[in-house]
């Protein structure tokens, strides 16, 4: 079924391209989405308890296998007092990695030398590279 349905949409793309119509049918297909995610959460609540009338733990139906799975699982793991301390261990690394982040990508030149005034060791830092994507933001 993915199969078809992948080989369906590459030969539908490829003639709307064609008919230069692709800008369009991209904004259509955005709303298309948003409709549709929208009427399946409205939905969910209800298919999963007609789901439970079939009285099994897998089925197939309309083409597709169906079945319930645990997902979303969470462990509060806050009442260990280690786990909070490696927590707290692990906040103030991720606040000095973007401080130290935040600094590299001010640097004035691509590379500085920097003196450890502990150790007098010299070390060399690099501005970092700066990679990104084009998109096409559409709002509706």
Known sequence: ????????????????????ISLEQYIDNKKKIMYLETLNKYLEESA??????YGEKSIDLFGVNIKTMETGVKYDYSMNES?????????KLNDSLKDHEKMLKNLSKQSVKKLDEETGEIT?????????????????
């Open 83 to 91: 786990w909070n301390d490696m927590k707290q261990e692990i906040k």
């Open 124 to 140: 060399t830092l690099y501005k970092p590279a700066k990679t990104s994507k084009t998109s096409l933001i559409i709002t509706i």
């Open 1 to 20: 079924m993915k199969d078809l349905i992948y080989k369906e949409a590459a030969e539908d793309a490829e003639k709307i391209i064609e008919e230069g």
């Open 48 to 53: 999963f308890s007609e789901f439970e009338k």
